[in-house]
């Protein structure tokens, strides 16, 4: 939910308010599990969230919906593609006021095994490759499932560098897929992953 953060007119300044935001977010997650799903993944990066989630869908008789927290989540240019493709809301401002930090190695670390304590099933990283390191010191401190997501810039700048004959797009591809495996992800979200099966990339 957004709020202005002092004397600001209408609209300038907004800021995200956490502790409005999270009873939303969990009728949010109700709603997922009444209508069937079997795991809820927020991406919101707001504080407490997780456990919020859980007492709802505890208490509406969904104990056994998971979630797949997204637990380390980076502001950054990298979700730039996506974000024209869907017209994504906001339209002003950036998400660093409620994102992390990419400087911040720690506060990520520790958000993440917060949000396990508050009874998260499986945590993601966002984005895979500039985060390798964290995938890698996460999978060290936890036996959970890691998922990473290679994300949309991630992805088309491999593919516009090959329409370039700059790059060999089945190796980068098969490259990028392996250091995030190899990081220690047990699962990866990617736009490639269709194409890379079919074509045998892995």
């Not at 502001?75 to 950036?94: N, T, V």
Request: aromatic share 8%; net charge neutral.
């Amino acid at each position: 939910m957004l709020r202005p953060p002092g004397a600001g007119g209408p609209g300038q300044d907004l800021t995200v308010d956490n502790d409005l935001t999270l009873p939303l977010l969990a009728r949010e997650a109700v709603a997922h599990a009444k209508a069937g799903a079997d795991v809820v993944a927020p991406s919101d990066m707001m504080d407490g969230r997780i456990r919020a989630m859980r007492e709802a869908m505890d208490k509406q008789g969904f104990e056994n919906t998971g979630i797949l927290s997204y637990a380390i989540k980076h502001a950054g240019a990298y979700y730039g593609p996506f974000r024209e493709a869907a017209d994504s809301s906001p339209k002003f401002g950036d998400r660093r006021s409620y994102q992390m930090d990419p400087r911040n190695a720690r506060e990520g670390l520790r958000d993440a095994l917060l949000d396990l304590e508050e009874g998260a099933d499986a945590l993601m990283v966002k984005p895979a490759m500039p985060n390798l390191d964290l995938i890698w010191r996460l999978r060290e401190k936890t036996l959970c499932p890691i998922a990473a997501y290679h994300v949309s810039s991630e992805f088309s700048s491999v593919k516009a560098g090959a329409r370039m004959g700059w790059l060999d797009e089945a190796n980068l591809f098969r490259e990028h897929l392996l250091a995030i495996r190899r990081a220690g992800a047990d699962w990866i979200v990617t736009y490639v992953a269709r194409e890379a099966l079919e074509k045998k990339w892995i």
